[in-house]
């Protein structure tokens, strides 16, 4: 076990697109990390950001998005990177950020003030509040966090050329994409809007369009792995 390599690669729980008559794989490869940093990562986000949007939108809407995030995730690798598995919660870890990066967007009349609190603080114990909430400071945090943790993502599957299976990036922007498309209908407004009902049906089509599709491709496409099951 390293900071970025070593997994139990005879594990029943990681996703094999080898394997994927193996239905449980879909969704217990989160249970399985990579590497020292895999686990730092998506326990830190998924314990800070996870909790605090349970506290504002209610458990069942938070654990729908999370696992939406690691189906997507799964699916997705078994289209883009078929030759390599699936580990970590990173499916689930970025429908929460981008759940929440697509609800700081929608609410972002809200939250833009907040950034020049920033600057108005006399005291540290103000500004730590302000950065806190500031809807931009939040938005650059999330990027920054996911662009570290993809470029690590990219090391551990190109750059390791010792180790016997690679673990694919695809569950990331899958996860990512899901938290956009999924989040901002599922989860609850500050306030409500026009646009609302339109944007809710606008996103459940086209994220029923791609699992649609992904489901189809793994039935019937013909080029893909032997399955070992």
Not at 48 to 59: I, K, P, S, V, Y
Not at 138 to 151: E, M, N, P, Q, T
């Amino acid at each position: 076990l390293t900071w970025a390599s070593g997994v139990p690669y005879f594990s029943p729980l990681f996703f094999d697109p080898r394997r994927r008559r193996e239905v449980w794989r879909f969704f217990t490869y989160f249970l399985i990390h990579q590497g020292i940093w895999h686990v730092v990562f998506n326990s830190f986000v998924t314990l800070l950001l996870g909790n605090l949007m349970e506290w504002a939108h209610g458990t069942w809407r938070v654990a729908v998005l999370y696992f939406l995030g690691v189906l997507a995730g799964s699916l997705a690798t078994s289209v883009w990177d078929p030759q390599t598995i699936g580990v970590g919660a990173g499916g689930g870890t970025y429908a929460l950020l981008g759940a929440h990066l697509a609800l700081s967007v929608v609410h972002w009349e809200e939250l833009k003030h907040d950034f020049f609190a920033v600057v108005r603080a006399t005291t540290a114990a103000k500004r730590a509040i302000a950065i806190g909430v500031s809807g931009i400071l939040r938005i650059c945090l999330i990027l920054l966090l996911c662009a570290v943790d993809f470029g690590i993502a990219l090391y551990e599957r190109y750059g390791l050329a010792d180790i016997p299976l690679h673990a694919s990036y695809s569950p990331l922007p899958a996860g990512l994409m899901t938290g956009v498309l999924v989040g901002v209908p599922l989860l609850r407004y500050l306030r409500d809007r026009p646009w609302q009902r339109i944007e809710f049906w606008a996103s459940f089509g086209v994220c029923l369009a791609l699992f649609t599709f992904i489901i189809f491709w793994n039935i019937f496409w013909p080029g893909y792995p032997t399955q070992n099951v």
